[in-house]
């Protein structure tokens, strides 16, 4: 079934994901996730109301109780599903993707990921086999709650001082809309912030350059300290500097580790922070050099999200732009990285630096080549030991290989990775270097071993 992914349940609504599919997942999470409580969390898309009519159907069918939150943000639902104790949860949304699509996002209790080797295939095998869990004798029931002040109040806790900040906050039309004046107030410039699941401003992937244009001109035009933006669903948040240059997600996770450490300590934490294998060398190096352990781990919040909690740690986050917090459930947050974020360069500010000057230790380290897409590569197993030979060839044998997750080649003073893409003929090249011109050999390079024989 096209619709269930690595993580998720995600698909084009009415084709790749209809009601009645909504309708006949709800009728078997109760038993996959051995739960007779879930938590119900539905972002603004236009197909997101008949969706979780559907669900519920199906979900107090099997016998379940549904608390169903309305409108939501994606770590919202995380949030009180370990924080109210439910047995799982669904958060319906399609996060980044364009209007057309929508999605199920399901957590186990203390919501803990559930993707498809997590037990999402199980629930495909039983739809595919017309197997559903027989309709419970005693009905579920839905209760309606509302816990945006009551999740409000607990993120802004964790709000530091940014009296004399200038800042801009792009909803993107998105499900961050739904607290964010409340949780940012009157001392940002709130853009896009009314919810619409049509996305009539701009495209909710903020990795997309033409999305973050509308942001980069009001922090230009109005001489503001940063920027903000959040995808669809807010689970993942990004931002630009004071001169509206796009910051690279991942050189946020060595500020955002100094600023837990120093101001929220836990007791028996271990200094271990995640990063995914495409996390810059200037990240990890920072890391290190300021004390913590550096761990790298395969692409995904499922991954990210376990080995954080396996291993007691204190954050982490990937290139896409998640963030995630051992104060957050081991959960990902783009609310919560925000308000460390604008905590963090308001400090700086005091200080007389500028977000830009904070940065330039770990990014001006090397040359990044961001992630670079080759397309037409049938073959993409056999192409990625073509590239890593080639690679080798160029740079020599490397001190480090992780294989985990496609390639990825370490040197002492570059490094380059290349994975397959799960569903595409595409192959993703990664690298940096402390060169321009030998960056841009690196990656010619790859790209015709890549291609050779294609």
């Given at each position: 079934?096209?619709?269930?992914?690595?993580?998720?349940?995600?698909?084009?609504?009415?084709?790749?994901?209809?009601?009645?599919?909504?309708?006949?997942?709800?009728?078997?999470?109760?038993?996959?996730?051995?739960?007779?409580?879930?938590?119900?969390?539905?972002?603004?898309?236009?197909?997101?109301?008949?969706?979780?009519?559907?669900?519920?159907?199906?979900?107090?069918?099997?016998?379940?109780?549904?608390?169903?939150?309305?409108?939501?943000?994606?770590?919202?639902?995380?949030?009180?599903?370990?924080?109210?104790?439910?047995?799982?949860?669904?958060?319906?949304?399609?996060?980044?993707?364009?209007?057309?699509?929508?999605?199920?996002?399901?957590?186990?209790?203390?919501?803990?990921?559930?993707?498809?080797?997590?037990?999402?295939?199980?629930?495909?095998?039983?739809?595919?086999?017309?197997?559903?869990?027989?309709?419970?004798?005693?009905?579920?029931?839905?209760?309606?709650?509302?816990?945006?002040?009551?999740?409000?109040?607990?993120?802004?806790s964790f709000a530091g001082d940014t009296?004399?900040?200038?800042?801009?906050?792009?909803?993107?039309?998105?499900?961050?809309?739904?607290?964010?004046?409340?949780?940012?107030?009157?001392?940002?410039?709130?853009?896009?912030?009314?919810?619409?699941?049509?996305?009539?401003h701009h495209g909710p992937n903020p990795?997309?350059?033409?999305?973050?244009?509308?942001?980069?001109?009001?922090?230009?035009?109005?001489?503001?300290?940063?920027?903000?933006?959040?995808?669809?669903?807010?689970?993942?948040?990004?931002?630009?500097?004071?001169?509206?240059?796009?910051?690279?997600?991942?050189?946020?996770?060595?500020?955002?580790?100094?600023?837990?450490?120093?101001?929220?300590?836990?007791?028996?934490?271990?200094?271990?922070?995640?990063?995914?294998?495409?996390?810059?060398?200037?990240?990890?190096?920072?890391?290190?050099?300021?004390?913590?352990?550096?761990?790298?781990?395969?692409?995904?919040?499922?991954?990210?999200?376990?080995?954080?909690?396996?291993?007691?740690?204190?954050?982490?986050?990937?290139?896409?732009?998640?963030?995630?917090?051992?104060?957050?459930?081991w959960c990902d947050s783009g609310e919560?990285?925000?308000?460390?974020?604008?905590?963090?360069?308001?400090?700086?500010?005091?200080?007389?630096?500028?977000?830009?000057?904070?940065?330039?230790?770990?990014?001006?380290?090397?040359?990044?080549?961001?992630?670079?897409?080759?397309?037409?590569?049938?073959?993409?197993?056999?192409?990625?030991?073509?590239?890593?030979?080639?690679?080798?060839?160029?740079?020599?044998?490397?001190?480090?290989?992780?294989?985990?997750?496609?390639?990825?080649?370490?040197?002492?003073?570059?490094?380059?990775?290349?994975?397959?893409?799960?569903?595409?003929?595409?192959?993703?090249?990664?690298?940096?270097?402390?060169?321009?011109?030998?960056?841009?050999?690196?990656?010619?390079?790859?790209?015709?071993?890549?291609?050779?024989?294609?």
């Open positions: 079934m096209t619709a269930f992914k690595a993580y998720d349940i995600r698909g084009i609504y009415g084709t790749e994901l209809t009601d009645d599919l909504a309708y006949r997942v709800g009728r078997c999470l109760p038993k996959m996730l051995g739960a007779k409580s879930i938590l119900v969390g539905r972002d603004a898309r236009t197909s997101s109301d008949a969706l979780r009519d559907a669900l519920i159907r199906g979900l107090t069918e099997a016998g379940a109780d549904v608390t169903d939150m309305g409108l939501a943000t994606t770590p919202m639902v995380y949030f009180f599903t370990a924080a109210k104790g439910f047995g799982g949860s669904v958060m319906i949304t399609a996060s980044h993707n364009p209007p057309e699509y929508n999605g199920l996002k399901v957590s186990k209790a203390e919501a803990r990921p559930c993707g498809y080797h997590l037990g999402l295939r199980e629930v495909e095998a039983w739809i595919e086999s017309d197997a559903l869990p027989p309709v419970a004798e005693v009905k579920g029931a839905v209760t309606i709650a509302d816990y945006r002040a009551e999740y409000v109040a607990w993120l802004r009296a004399g900040l200038n800042y801009a906050v792009d909803c993107s039309d998105g499900a961050s809309g739904v607290i964010a004046a409340d949780l940012f107030g009157t001392a940002s410039v709130l853009m896009n912030a009314t919810p619409d699941g049509a996305f009539p990795l997309e350059p033409e999305n973050c244009a509308q942001l980069i001109a009001a922090v230009r035009e109005r001489g503001l300290d940063v920027g903000i933006i959040f995808d669809g669903d807010a689970d993942r948040v990004m931002c630009v500097d004071e001169r509206g240059e796009f910051v690279p997600p991942d050189a946020l996770i060595p500020l955002f580790a100094d600023w837990l450490r120093a101001h929220f300590p836990v007791e028996g934490m271990a200094p271990v922070v995640v990063h995914d294998i495409r996390t810059s060398r200037g990240v990890i190096e920072v890391l290190r050099e300021t004390g913590f352990e550096p761990l790298m781990v395969r692409v995904g919040a499922a991954f990210a999200k376990t080995a954080l909690r396996e291993q007691n740690g204190l954050c982490g986050g990937e290139v896409a732009g998640h963030y995630y917090f051992r104060h957050f459930h919560l990285a925000a308000l460390f974020l604008l905590a963090i360069v308001a400090d700086a500010k005091r200080q007389g630096k500028t977000f830009s000057q904070v940065l330039s230790p770990i990014i001006d380290r090397y040359v990044r080549s961001g992630e670079v897409n080759v397309h037409g590569v049938a073959d993409r197993p056999t192409a990625v030991a073509r590239v890593e030979a080639a690679v080798t060839a160029l740079m020599g044998s490397p001190q480090t290989r992780a294989d985990f997750d496609g390639v990825r080649l370490d040197w002492a003073d570059a490094w380059f990775g290349v994975r397959a893409s799960n569903t595409e003929p595409i192959l993703r090249l990664a690298g940096e270097t402390q060169d321009a011109a030998r960056l841009e050999t690196l990656i010619a390079t790859a790209k015709a071993a890549a291609l050779a024989n294609e």
